[in-house]
């Protein structure tokens, strides 16, 4: 199974991008051996953002999810999630404190769970079925779709893509959609990988990098250029964050406009 290559760079479309870094993903828990293991990086030149030179066509992804890490299983270590989870919310919550909180890749449904306790409506979206049929059983409204497929009947308070943006091969389309069912001054909660901190280039230095070899990423964002993505499609980021969730993590929170 290969890659479908990147025409242009997916965030600025500019066709001036060049190898960037090497990764090998033959060690990752959801690999198949039909994968090519080797995944190249690009750097744009016109944007500098760093992509893979192309992304799984849906049937490979879909081989793909047939597996779940242990992490992205509802239920999994729930208990210090929830104490995450916590500290998320808090963060938002001087800038929406109750509606409808959309969690878009709720896997182990931590965020999703405590949204609720902190009373807001809590939507999920999730690409693993087994994950939508689980929390529907504990009375939480969720879809396994693609989030430029869903219709609402009321507007969302809140977004949150915590580590999904760096999974989807055009981020542009998913802010656009977000933004459409988001409401006047509606929230976004992104969280990801910081390739902007020195963590990261400490790894590069060392050549000990994890996210090179990360099979379900298509983007390596950093702080700068995920701001001008937000700018770019409607939204004004006005809160910078330290991810618990993952290693060299950022959390970043964006109004609507």
Known sequence: MTRIPFPACPLCNSTSFAPHARGDCARHPLYV?????EIVWMRCSGCDHIFTEGYFSPETAATIFKATNDHQ??????ENGRKIAARMIER????ASSGVWLDVGFG???????????GFTPLGLDLRQQNVDTVRKL??????????TLALTQPCAVISMADVLEHIPYPKET???????????GVLFLSMPNA????????????????????????????ARLYGLLRENGFA??????????RAGMEVIAVRR
Do not use: C, K
């Open 237 to 246: 980021p006005i809160r910078y964050g330290v991810s618990e969730r993952y």
């Open 139 to 148: 009375g939480i409204e969720a879809y396994a779709q693609d989030l430029g």
């Open 33 to 37: 051996a039909d994968i090519a293991a």
């Open 108 to 118: 182990n449904g931590a965020l999703l769970f405590t949204a609720q306790e902190f």
């Open 73 to 78: 299983q509802v239920g999994y270590n729930l």
């Open 175 to 185: 802010l656009a959609a977000a933004h459409r069912l988001l409401g006047p001054d």
């Open 196 to 223: 902007d901190t020195m963590l990261w280039r400490s790894w590069d230095a060392i050549g000990s990098n994890p996210y090179w070899n990360e099979l379900e990423h298509y983007h390596n964002f950093g702080r």
């Open 92 to 95: 938002v919550l001087p800038y």
